[in-house]
C-alpha cells in the first residue's frame, strides 16, 4: 500500500509540474494550475484513502507554514508608516466587500451564515501574488506600489483577527450548555498565548535565533520544527493549527533573521501548499457546478469591479490621483489563498458546506487569473479607462506630498559584507548622512550593529527571494565588501556571483566592489556593471601616508613660525 501511495503522489507531482508550467506560458500563478490539477484528478482518477490521507497532512503542514510567514513578516510598522491611506483603503475594501457581498449572497439564495463566510472570504486578496507581480514590473518602490502593499497588510491584519474570532466562535460545534465553559477556556488560552509571545520576544527570540544562525541549515530545520510544533499546540489548546502557525511567525517576526527564514522556507512553502490546493480542488462537487457557476461570475465581478472602485473613490476623497487610485486599486480584484483557507476553517467547524467552498474556489479561479492580466498590463488598461476616470480626480495635494516623501530615499546604500572594512564603511557613511543598509550572514556581527542602532539584515545573497525583499529601487549604490571566501562556502568567488545578481535583477544605481589589486580588480569588471573599485589596503595606506605628512607640514611649519 505504501508503493501505491508514493506512485499516486509521484504522478500527481508530475501533472502539476506539467500543468504550471502551461499556466507559466499563460502567466497564470501556480494557485489555478494546482487547482485545476486537483480538479482533474479528482475527476478522471480513483486515488486510494491513504493517498488522500497523506495529502490531506501535508496540505495542513502547508497552510501551517503559510502562516507562520505571513506572521513573520507581518510588518505593523509599514502601516504606521503609510498611515491614512493604508488604514482607510484597507478597512474601506474590507468593509465594502463583507457588507455588499454579504446582501449579494442573501439575494443569489445563500443562507445568512454562508453568506457571511463568503463575504467575508471576498475581502482578501494574494499578497503574495500581488508582490511577485510589482516586483516584476519593478512597481512595488512606485507610489502606488508602496500604498498597494500597505493595504495588503492591513488585510492581513483582518485576516488574524478573522481567524481568532472563528476559533472563537468554533466553539458552536460542541454541546449548547458547554458553550460558555469553552468561550471561557478558548479565551484564557489566547490570553495565554498573547502572554508567552511577549515574553518570547522580550527575552528569548534574538539570542535564540543569533545561536541558531551561526548554522544556516539548523535555523531553517529549528524554523520549521517551531511553526508545526505551535500550530500543534494551538490545535490543542482549542485555537486551531492556522492561529498557532501564525503566532510562531509573529514570535521571531521582530529579529534580524526574518529575511533569512523567509527566504530559505519560501520554496518549501509552495511545495507544500500544492498538496492544499490539489486537496481544493478534487474537493469541488462537479455535479454543482452549473450552479456554483452562475454565482461564481456574479461574485467574481463583484470582486474584480467592485474592489477597485471603492479603493479609486477613497484614495480619489484623501487626496491622491485617479491614476494612482486606479493602478492601486488593480491589486485588489482577486481573492487570496487566505479565502480558501478561512471557508476550509468554517467547513471543519460545520458552519458551511463542500458547496459554499467550491463556489469560493470557483470565484478564486476566475479572478485570480484574469486580475494577472490587469495588474499586467494595468498601464495600458489605465489608457482606456482614463476618461472616465477623469470625475475621480478631485485633487492630488496628497500625492504631492507622499510623492515628495518618495524621493527621499530610506535607503542611500547597501553594503554587502560587514567586516573590518565594511563595518567602517558602514559608519563612516552613516556619519555623512547617508541612510545605510548593511548584509552579512555573521549573526554576532549583525546583532552588534542592530544595537548600535545601525540597519542590517542577516541572510544569504544566494537566495532569490532574499533579494526581492532589498530596497533596490531605492539604494543608490550597492557596494560588495565581500572578502574572498569568507561569506559563502563555495570555490568560486562570491562578488562574481553577486555582480551577476545585480545584473540580473536590473540595479539602476552605481556599484562599487572592493579589490585587493588591479589583476583582481579587472577579473570582476568583466562582465560590466562596476563604476568604482576600492582598494581597502591600498587606501588605507594612502590614508595613513597623507596623514604622516600632513603632520610633517604642520610641525615644519611650526618650526618655521617659531624661528621668526
Known amino acids: 500500500m505504501t508503493d501505491v501511495v508514493f506512485h499516486e503522489i509521484a504522478f500527481l507531482l508530475l501533472g502539476a509540474a506539467a500543468v504550471g508550467l502551461l499556466g507559466a506560458a499563460l502567466r497564470q500563478p501556480v494557485i489555478v494550475s494546482f487547482i485545476a490539477v486537483g480538479i482533474a484528478a479528482a475527476a478522471f482518477f480513483d486515488s486510494s484513502a491513504e493517498t488522500r490521507e497523506q495529502i490531506r497532512f501535508l496540505a495542513e503542514l502547508g497552510v501551517a507554514l503559510l502562516l507562520f510567514l505571513v506572521g513573520l513578516k507581518l510588518d505593523w510598522r509599514l502601516v504606521r508608516t503609510l498611515g491614512p491611506v493604508a488604514l482607510a483603503t484597507g478597512l474601506g475594501q474590507v468593509v465594502f466587500t463583507a457588507g455588499i457581498g454579504f446582501f449579494i449572497g442573501l439575494a443569489l439564495g445563500l443562507d445568512w451564515l454562508t453568506s457571511l463566510y463568503v463575504a467575508v472570504a471576498l475581502t482578501f486578496s494574494s499578497t503574495i501574488i500581488v508582490v511577485k507581480l510589482l516586483s516584476d514590473k519593478r512597481e512595488l518602490e512606485t507610489l502606488h506600489g508602496r500604498i498597494a502593499l500597505g493595504f495588503l497588510i492591513v488585510q492581513d491584519i483582518v485576516v488574524v483577527i478573522a481567524m481568532v474570532i472563528l476559533s472563537t466562535i468554533g466553539i458552536g460545534v460542541v454541546e449548547e450548555q458547554n458553550g460558555l465553559s469553552s468561550l471561557l477556556t478558548i479565551l484564557a488560552s489566547l490570553a495565554g498565548v498573547v502572554l508567552l509571545l511577549v515574553l518570547f520576544v522580550r527575552y528569548l527570540a534574538d539570542p535564540l535565533m543569533a545561536r541558531l544562525a551561526r548554522t544556516p541549515e539548523l535555523l531553517v530545520i529549528a524554523s520549521i520544527g517551531w511553526a508545526a510544533t505551535a500550530a500543534a499546540i494551538g490545535d490543542t489548546i482549542g485555537l486551531g493549527k492556522e492561529l498557532g502557525g501564525l503566532a510562531a511567525g509573529v514570535s521571531i517576526g521582530s529579529t534580524p533573521y526574518r529575511d533569512m527564514v523567509s527566504a530559505r522556507l519560501s520554496a518549501l512553502r509552495d511545495f507544500l501548499l500544492l498538496f492544499f490546493f490539489l486537496s481544493i480542488g478534487a474537493s469541488l462537487d462537479l455535479s454543482t457546478l452549473g450552479q456554483d457557476f452562475t454565482r461564481a461570475i456574479v461574485f467574481s465581478l463583484f470582486v474584480l469591479i467592485g474592489n477597485p472602485f471603492i479603493v479609486i473613490l477613497i484614495m480619489a476623497w484623501m487626496g491622491y490621483r485617479a491614476r494612482t487610485g486606479f493602478l492601486a486599486g488593480l491589486t485588489v480584484a482577486q481573492i487570496s489563498e487566505f479565502s480558501l483557507i478561512f471557508m476550509a476553517m468554517g467547513l471543519s467547524l460545520g458552519h458551511v458546506s463542500q458547496s459554499a467552498v467550491g463556489l469560493v474556489t ?66 563612516r557613511l552613516d556619519d555623512s548622512g547617508y541612510h545605510v543598509l548593511g548584509i552579512d550572514m555573521d549573526p554576532q556581527a549583525i546583532r552588534r550593529f542592530a544595537r548600535e542602532g545601525y540597519q542590517v539584515r542577516y541572510g544569504d545573497v544566494t537566495e532569490q527571494e532574499f533579494w526581492a525583499e532589498l530596497p533596490l529601487t531605492q539604494a543608490r549604490w550597492i557596494v560588495l565588501s565581500v572578502p574572498y571566501g569568507t561569506i559563502l562556502l563555495t570555490e568560486t568567488d562570491p562578488r562574481s556571483g553577486l555582480l551577476t545578481a545585480i545584473r540580473a535583477h536590473r540595479f539602476g544605481g552605481r556599484v562599487a566592489i572592493t579589490a585587493r589589486d588591479d589583476q583582481e580588480a579587472r577579473r570582476l569588471k568583466e562582465g560590466g556593471g562596476v563604476d568604482l573599485v576600492l582598494y581597502p589596503f591600498d587606501d588605507a595606506a594612502t590614508s595613513a601616508a597623507k596623514q604622516i605628512t600632513d603632520l610633517d607640514e604642520e610641525l615644519s611649519s611650526a618650526k618655521e613660525a617659531a624661528k621668526t
Do not use: C, H
Request: glycine share 10%.
Open 362 to 427: 470557483l470565484v478564486g479561479l476566475v479572478t485570480i487569473a484574469l486580475s494577472v492580466y490587469m495588474i499586467t498590463y494595468s498601464q495600458q488598461l489605465y489608457d482606456w479607462f482614463r476618461p472616465l476616470l477623469r470625475p475621480f480626480d478631485f485633487g492630488s495635494w496628497r500625492e504631492r506630498v507622499a510623492e515628495n516623501e518618495e524621493g527621499k530615499p530610506a535607503v542611500d546604500a547597501i553594503i554587502f559584507g560587514l567586516g573590518r572594512f565594511g563595518s567602517q564603511l558602514l559608519r
